[in-house]
């Protein structure tokens, strides 16, 4: 009359775990590659607020509800991956425009004899 709980039967016969179903990847780019494109295609000088960023995307087809720490997330790395410049505010509130390359700045390289 003793009972066993379901995980002591399960660890003491090693039974295989069940595999979820995996999940299937939705086709077409990747959100921070809809945000980037998005920037870039924008004329405002001063940059995209974040509010007209999901505009746009939920214009391209972006479920912006369901997805909303998704994008929050992205644009915060693409910030700090330097892709994007955040113009003003902090985090992913603000506004942001392409991140300017500074390749083109000519290196000092000073020799000492």
């Known amino acids: 009359m003793t009972e066993v709980a379901p ?3 399960r660890s003491s016969a090693k039974l295989p775990m ?3 179903a995996s999940r299937t990847r939705k086709d077409g780019p990747s959100i921070s590659k809809l945000i980037v494109d998005a920037v870039a295609d924008s004329k405002e000088r001063k940059g ?3 509010a007209a960023l999901k505009k746009l995307l939920a214009k391209n087809g972006v479920d912006v509800r369901k997805s909303n ?3 929050n997330s992205a644009i915060t790395k693409l910030v ?3 892709s994007l410049s955040r113009t003003r ?3 992913a509130s603000g506004s942001f425009k392409i991140a300017k390359i500074l390749c ?3 290196v000092i390289v000073e020799l000492y004899h």
């Open 7 to 9: 995980a002591a039967i």
């Open 18 to 20: 069940k595999k979820s």
């Open 48 to 50: 995209v607020s974040l």
């Open 69 to 71: 720490k998704r994008i």
């Open 80 to 82: 700090t991956g330097g």
């Open 89 to 91: 505010g902090t985090g």
């Open 104 to 106: 083109c700045q000519p």
